[in-house]
């Protein structure tokens, strides 16, 4: 890509991103004269970005999140809260919407004898093959099931109990 603009070395562009001055007024952003300005201005940073070496690359991604105020895991204010956090006089009917709906099946312990069979219906409800169905049995007290609804968690807990193991919900 051929152009008449000279490349800037990368030390000052991060200067210049540091010691950035205030910018200009919004009602210059909408105006034709700087238009043609501007997309020079984003090709020379486009350029100047491409420029940069692996590891300035990563070191500006850093300036960069930094200057807009990101840190490593998302926005420094997050905006999210619990219904129960905003409203502490909850009435019976917003606590009951906020039950859990999703539990988790944990097998705590079973009688060696029908490890076998543990093993086997262990592989019928997760999808899992011989080996790895066999490696999670013996890792008991485990999660064998994540996520499943209440009725579908009790029938299995029932099955694994009839077979001889401790199971429960969490």
Do not use: W
Request: glycine share 4%; proline share 5%.
């Amino acid at each position: 890509m051929a152009s008449s603009i000279t490349k800037i070395p990368t030390t000052s562009l991060f200067k210049h991103v540091i010691s950035s001055s205030p910018k200009p007024p919004v009602f210059r952003f909408f105006s034709t004269v700087t238009t043609e300005n501007r997309t020079q201005k984003l090709e020379r940073i486009a350029d100047e970005l491409l420029d940069l070496t692996k590891l300035e690359r990563y070191d500006y991604s850093i300036l960069f999140r930094l200057k807009l105020g990101l840190n490593r895991y998302g926005p420094a204010v997050s905006g999210v809260t619990s219904p129960a956090a905003s409203a502490p006089g909850a009435s019976a009917s917003e606590t009951k919407a906020l039950e859990k709906t999703a539990f988790d099946i944990k097998l705590e312990k079973f009688d060696a004898a029908a490890k076998i069979k543990i093993i086997k219906e262990v592989r019928s409800f997760t999808d899992l093959g011989l080996k790895e169905a066999k490696d999670l049995v013996e890792k008991v007290p485990v999660v064998v099931k994540k996520g499943v609804t209440k009725e579908d968690a009790e029938s299995i807990i029932k099955k694994l109990q009839e077979l001889g193991a401790t199971a429960v919900l969490d």
